[in-house]
């Protein structure tokens, strides 16, 4: 099969395919060119310390001096908390593994389109996957890539049996590679053999995302730290991981078998708020900046150093019920309440201004598969008390939103949104306080389902509906008779899926939808599935966001890019 799907028409959004069909450019609104992107899924972020304000930023003095060459500077809300890309589910630590490693199949910088990576050739024949691997490629500790290389990468992340499993790997093992490979074999060093378990029809575009990068058999197997290191075959690796002052420092792979880099250094450096990052770019402290709010995009818009640059997000921020915790929360009625009580258009429009739209169900319109005919719950505070009354919660009742303190791109104001939520609910006679945290603290809290309710979100990983309706809402246990959610103790629950819904019509749909081919037939049932999400409510839908990215005058080729990267071995500066 071509290893590039051909182009889908537009209306008016980008419908962007999935597996085995049609892609659609994902490039800048903003007419500004370029590489670049920070996707990989996120049900929230990665921490360390907020403030991240120590030492010397200017990349030309101190310990940040790279030698006298070029250092790309890059400012987010949150440091790495890992280096391993099986540790965990963070947008953070992909922006930095996915400079040092690959996986067989990429993403085109600025696109939803597949192309070669360490693999040059494949095909998806119902339950059957080959692959044709690139050969002359050297991990970072000097070891040749090979099919073994993919085959204990694999092995690590979801094999109870081999010697070198990973026990405590992230939610992404199973969803990502896990249920949908039965076997793998190496016909030869550069030959791959895949069995699925099934027909699954987004899987060569599993192989793109940030938790199927291959490491070196050698690290595996060795005595390597992949927290504290990373051994891959990218065109950038790590050099310096500073935690005390919230900085990790990338180097130019010298025997990289592409291209390469076009800066000898990339530094990612935090500031924990918005206005700082912003602030560090326009003084020149910074090249690119992420997770800016309309506040911050001011600071940028009226300088002469640096602007904004903005594409179009495959993104969703959200709030989410945990039927497992809350008795309230498995009455249907009192999760619609909620969602007529809560004024997301407020939100949306004056918390988040100009970068983000309302949602109304789990699939972006970026997608194929999202219910054009679906709107947003209505703020309506008389039809919200009328459902509770109607639930038996009349006279309210009182729960805990679980939120992180750092900015998202889906919630650039973690705080203030979930001020408003309370707000909002009080004056339906809902009590509701708010436990706010540092993000690493804010994962662990809420992936062990000690959350009431949550502020949460998710990027893309593979621009598939499949990655919302499946990795955020399935259960992917069985379900008890009689009931629509389940205990978060349940052995191979799915942990991201922080509501702990469990609908099985729903999860019919998404299944159907995996085994399914032809994409027209794939977006009808996903569109189905939008609809029973959006009728039984196991969030409320907040927002889909825009991409958006602070970026130097110094800096060129990068594009704001909603999948993938970001691609900082393509930048230049000046």
Known sequence: MPREAEQVPRRSFLKVAGATAATASITSLAGCGGGGGDSGGDSGGDSGDDTGDSGDDTGDSGDDSGGGGTTLRYGRGAHSSTLDPQNTTSGEVAKVTNQAYEGLIAFQPGEAALTESLATDWSLDGDSVTLTLREDVTFHDGSDFTADDFIATYRRFVDDDYEYHFEDSSVYG????????????????YELSITLTQTYAPFLRNLAMFAAVVISQEAIEGDTNLDDEMVGTGPLQLETLDDANNRIRLTAYDDYWGEGANVDEVLFLTRGQNSTRAQALVEQELDIIDGLDPDSMQIIEGSDTAENRTATGINIGYMAFNLSRVEAFRDRRVRQAISHAI????????????????????????????????????????QAQSLLEEAGYGDGFSFTLTTFQNPRGYNPAPLPTAETIRSNLAEVGIEMEIDDRQFSDYLTYTSEGRHDATLAGWYTDNADPDNFCYVLLHPQVDVPDGQDWVSWDTEGFNTSNNAA???????????????????????????????????????????????????????????????????????ELQ
């Open 174 to 189: 199973p969803f990502t590679l896990g249920n949908w490979i039965d076997e793998v074999e190496a016909p030869g060093d």
């Open 501 to 571: 819904w469990a609908n099985t019509e729903y999860m019919s749909l998404v299944e159907e939808a995996q085994r399914t081919t032809n994409q027209d037939d794939r977006a009808d049932l996903y569109s189905q599935a939008a609809q029973l999400a959006h009728d039984e409510a196991p969030w409320v839908f907040i927002d889909y966001a825009d991409e958006v990215r602070g970026v130097s005058n110094a800096v060129s080729n990068y594009t704001v890019a909603a999948i993938g990267g970001p691609f900082l071995e393509q930048v």
């Open 343 to 382: 004024d997301t258009a407020t939100i949306v429009e004056e918390i988040y201004s100009g970068i983000a739209t309302q949602a109304d169900q789990p699939i972006p319109p970026a997608l194929f598969g999202h219910n054009d005919d679906i709107s947003p719950y209505e703020y309506d505070p008389e």
